[in-house]
């Protein structure tokens, strides 16, 4: 399985952007799917943001389409999010995943690694 590591979250006024890193440490990164998911508190873990294997490919939730863009490096073996634009119910923990799968999966059971979360507090 491949290890995870968010970073970059914080405290931001609305407008702000951020953006979101996730380091993976196996060698095999570009054979996963990667996706970001947010959980605000009291809800369930929602769908974000996906990028295929190739990095051709991406898919988002419709509430950040147009905000937030994903990419990945393959030589740093590590995944982005750039949160622009952000709003308030943006805030809550945002959580790196890998699918190792085809495609832009968006479904949490989708996912078989997940890394520790990062907090985003959107607020003025």
């Known amino acids: 399985q491949v290890h995870l590591v968010e970073s970059g979250g914080g405290m931001v006024q609305p407008g702000a952007s951020l953006r979101l890193s996730c380091a993976a440490s196996e060698r095999t990164f570009s054979s996963y799917a990667m996706g970001w998911f947010h959980q605000a508190p009291g809800k369930a873990r929602e769908f974000v943001a996906t990028?295929?294997?190739?990095?051709?490919?991406?898919s988002y939730a419709r509430s950040v389409q147009g905000r937030f863009i994903i990419s990945r490096d393959s030589v740093k073996n590590t995944v982005y999010l750039q949160m622009n634009n952000l709003k308030p119910e943006d805030t809550g923990v945002y959580y790196c995943?890998?699918?190792?799968?085809?495609?832009?999966?968006?479904?949490?059971?989708?996912?078989?690694?997940w890394g520790q979360g990062t907090q985003v507090t959107v607020s003025s």
């Open positions: 990028i295929s294997r190739s990095g051709l490919t991406t």
């Open positions: 995943a890998a699918a190792n799968t085809d495609g832009t999966p968006i479904d949490v059971a989708e996912f078989d690694c």
